[in-house]
Nanobody
Framework: QLQFVESGGGLVQPGGSLRLSCAAS???????IGWFHQAPGKEREGVSC????????VYADSAKGRFTISRDNAKNTVYLQMNSLKPEDTGVYYC?????????????????WGQGTQVTVSS
């Protein structure tokens, strides 16, 4: 069974940057991957997803122009570069496997969730 480990979170000031990593226990070649954000007390929301070959990337409106998703299949790792971070980006970020089509990823369509990595944007 595929397992993910997220890393790269931390405390950053508003306007700062972080790069999150999602490392898989096995081959990612056949899986589209999504990143999700769960703010304190709120539901998990899709941030971005990337297709198996990186030919398709999709972003939620909140992430457009600030976040960039990428993948390295040779390293079985997916990344989320987050720039211009805002306090509302605070929360736990998760990656999972599921469909990447023409809308932001929907958590109920995804599987193989990692444990998440905490991002805190605060001055």
């Amino acid at each position: 069974q595929l397992q993910f480990v997220e890393s790269g979170g931390g405390l950053v000031q508003p306007g700062g940057s972080l790069r999150l990593s999602c490392a898989a226990s096995g081959s990612l070649h056949y899986y589209a991957i999504g990143w999700f954000h769960q703010a304190p007390g709120k539901e998990r929301e899709g941030v971005s997803c990337i297709s198996t070959s990186s030919s398709r990337t999709v972003y939620a409106d909140s992430a457009k122009g600030r976040f960039t998703i990428s993948r390295d299949n040779a390293k079985n790792t997916v990344y989320l570069q987050m720039n211009s971070l805002k306090p509302e980006d605070t929360g736990v970020y998760y990656c999972a496997a599921g469909p990447c089509v023409d809308y932001a990823p929907r958590s109920w369509q995804y599987d193989y969730w990692g444990q998440g990595t905490q991002v805190t944007v605060s001055s």
